[in-house]
């Protein structure tokens, strides 16, 4: 996934999807093993052996099939293109197991979608990181703000199927529970439709859903992908009562972004999240804006080790993966304290964001089809982060709670993601993780609530 200047009105929401046909998950579903079914992106048939030339070749194939679906400046309806992992034809991942496999990479059409889930669920999510106590007891009164760009007319129905589906309480705005404004908080006067980022608006809305069910959801859309209409959207939601804001969207860094920190995510007792990026190593914006809490992706898979559950940094390919990095302009906030970097430092926390252990979303209006999808991305872990947030209570009123972590950082209270990388980098710990604090996973992944509460 690309990134773009964050004057650019192609600012990227963060989303990646495999969509129906994600190696083995159908298979396994049917056989009774849940939803947490999922192809193992480490996992290759040790019958077939190909060059790393060989599958170097299809990596690149792949993203020529990527560049040619979306162009270098996406058209309306692919607003937020970067985000997607299949709009047409295959993914890196997908070209990748195949020429392993010696067989043909299976296409996945631009409508490819399913009728049931086939990735994670919010048991799953909740199991995998502590949240299940909590998850049904916390979150009331709470709520978390979703901050997107475009309308997505099905918002509200596409919620209510994901909900059902997994048994979670209704949430309408007939009950109070879901809101949908524009940027300037109108409930009538919205933005116009776009299908690119309706996809995006699903995830990010069920992953509040499966990590804090009993909270409310305000989505708050701006009018278009400008980090000064995203930015108005953050102040927007703010302004209407929002504690636990997610940004599933970035792009590169300017000179600007120092402005546009005191203008839009300056909020104390705010928790704002963002997404550190799906394009590997790298520092984007606003992750980098030392007011937020910037969250990466690991690849989630189930163990048998006393937690269930295993992580390591997602990375697919050169240009696939959770990103980090060493910010070229924002400040140090005064709690991170790592040697290496004299400015912000991305990321702080992650969750999972690979969509090869994807999660499950309801989406009837996106662009890349519509039913059930298994989306990652740095999208997904954003707004789980958010709600990890929301489940340990409103943050102290001048608090930057992005400082909460640090303040836990070596417990139990996080799990420590000491493997994998997302790209190659001079000072190790930027892109490799290891013991202790880390770029691609900062300090590693919620264990229950208490790393994000006041303390």
């Given at each position: 996934?690309?990134?773009?200047?964050?004057?650019?009105?192609?600012?990227?929401?963060?989303?990646?999807?495999?969509?129906?046909?994600?190696?083995?998950?159908?298979?396994?579903?049917?056989?009774?093993?849940?939803?947490?079914?999922?192809?193992?992106?480490?996992?290759?048939a040790?019958?077939?052996?190909?060059?790393?030339?060989?599958?170097?070749?299809?990596?690149?194939?792949?993203?020529?099939?990527?560049?040619?679906?979306?162009?270098?400046?996406p058209?309306?309806?692919?607003?937020?293109?970067?985000?997607?992992?299949?709009?047409?034809?295959?993914?890196?991942?997908?070209?990748?197991?195949?020429a392993?496999?010696?067989?043909?990479?299976?296409?996945?059409?631009?409508?490819?979608?399913?009728?049931?889930?086939?990735?994670?669920?919010?048991?799953?999510?909740?199991?995998?990181?502590?949240?299940t106590?909590?998850?049904?007891?916390?979150?009331?009164?709470?709520?978390?703000?979703?901050?997107?760009?475009?309308?997505?007319p099905?918002?509200?129905?596409?919620?209510a199927?994901?909900?059902?589906?997994?048994?979670?309480?209704?949430?309408?705005?007939?009950?109070?529970?879901?809101?949908?404004?524009?940027?300037?908080?109108?409930?009538?006067?919205?933005p116009?439709?776009?299908?690119?980022?309706?996809g995006?608006?699903?995830?990010?809305?069920?992953?509040?859903?499966?990590?804090?069910?009993?909270?409310?959801?305000?989505?708050v859309?701006?009018?278009?992908?400008?980090t000064?209409?995203?930015?108005?959207?953050?102040?927007?939601?703010?302004?209407?009562?929002?504690?636990?804001?997610?940004?599933?969207?970035?792009?590169?860094?300017?000179?600007?972004?120092?402005?546009?920190?005191?203008?839009?995510?300056?909020?104390?007792?705010?928790?704002?999240?963002?997404?550190?990026?799906?394009?590997?190593?790298?520092?984007?914006?606003?992750?980098?804006?030392?007011?937020?809490?910037?969250?990466?992706?690991?690849?989630?898979?189930?163990?048998?080790?006393?937690?269930?559950?295993?992580?390591?940094?997602w990375?697919t390919?050169?240009?696939?993966?959770?990103?980090?990095?060493?910010?070229?302009?924002?400040?140090?906030?005064?709690?991170q304290?790592?040697?290496?970097?004299?400015?912000?430092?991305i990321?702080?926390?992650?969750?999972?964001?690979?969509?090869?252990?994807?999660?499950?979303?309801?989406?009837?209006?996106?662009?890349?089809?519509?039913?059930?999808?298994?989306?990652?991305?740095?999208?997904?872990?954003?707004?789980?982060?958010?709600?990890?947030?929301?489940?340990?209570?409103?943050?102290?009123?001048?608090?930057?709670?992005?400082?909460?972590?640090y303040?836990?950082?070596?417990?139990?209270?996080?799990?420590?993601?000491?493997?994998?990388?997302?790209?190659?980098?001079?000072?190790?710990?930027?892109?490799?993780?290891g013991?202790?604090?880390?770029?691609?996973?900062?300090?590693?992944?919620?264990?229950?609530?208490?790393?994000?509460?006041?303390?």
């Amino acid at each position: 996934m690309r990134t773009t200047n964050p004057n650019s009105p192609h600012i990227r929401g963060r989303r990646a999807r495999i969509g129906s046909a994600a190696f083995g998950a159908a298979a396994l579903v049917v056989a009774g093993l849940g939803t947490a079914a999922h192809a193992s992106a480490d996992t290759a048939a040790t019958s077939h052996k190909v060059s790393a030339q060989a599958v170097a070749a299809q990596v690149a194939k792949a993203h020529v099939h990527y560049e040619k679906a979306c162009g270098a400046t996406p058209k309306k309806g692919y607003a937020a293109c970067d985000a997607l992992r299949v709009t047409g034809g295959t993914t890196a991942f997908m070209e990748k197991q195949a020429a392993l496999k010696g067989i043909a990479p299976r296409t996945v059409k631009p409508n490819a979608a399913s009728d049931s889930p086939t990735g994670y669920g919010p048991s799953d999510i909740q199991s995998a990181y502590g949240l299940t106590s909590a998850a049904s007891s916390n979150g009331s009164g709470e709520t978390v703000a979703i901050v997107d760009a475009y309308d997505d007319p099905n918002a509200e129905a596409d919620l209510a199927t994901y909900r059902s589906q997994y048994g979670l309480p209704a949430c309408t705005s007939d009950s109070g529970c879901f809101t949908k404004v524009s940027q300037t908080g109108s409930t009538t006067s919205l933005p116009s439709a776009d299908s690119g980022w309706a996809g995006e608006e699903s995830l990010d809305l069920d992953m509040v859903s499966a990590t804090c069910p009993n909270c409310n959801i305000l989505l708050v859309e701006a009018k278009s992908a400008t980090t000064a209409n995203l930015g108005t959207a953050v102040n927007e939601a703010v302004k209407l009562g929002a504690k636990f804001v997610s940004n599933s969207y970035g792009g590169a860094e300017s000179s600007s972004d120092t402005t546009y920190d005191s203008r839009y995510y300056n909020h104390p007792g705010v928790a704002i999240t963002a997404s550190a990026g799906d394009s590997a190593y790298g520092a984007e914006y606003p992750a980098a804006s030392k007011y937020v809490t910037a969250v990466g992706g690991t690849a989630l898979k189930t163990s048998s080790n006393s937690r269930g559950w295993t992580e390591s940094v997602w990375h697919t390919s050169s240009t696939e993966g959770t990103g980090s990095g060493c910010s070229a302009n924002d400040a140090k906030p005064s709690w991170q304290t790592d040697s290496g970097c004299s400015k912000r430092m991305i990321a702080d926390v992650s969750a999972v964001a690979d969509p090869a252990t994807g999660v499950s979303v309801y989406d009837s209006y996106g662009s890349d089809g519509t039913g059930w999808n298994t989306y990652g991305g740095t999208s997904a872990s954003s707004p789980i982060i958010a709600s990890v947030y929301a489940l340990a209570g409103t943050p102290g009123s001048s608090d930057y709670p992005a400082q909460y972590p640090y303040n836990a950082a070596g417990t139990s209270a996080l799990n420590d993601v000491t493997s994998g990388s997302n790209g190659s980098c001079s000072t190790s710990y930027f892109c490799t993780a290891g013991p202790g604090y880390d770029g691609p996973t900062g300090w590693g992944t919620p264990q229950g609530t208490s790393a994000f509460g006041a303390s």
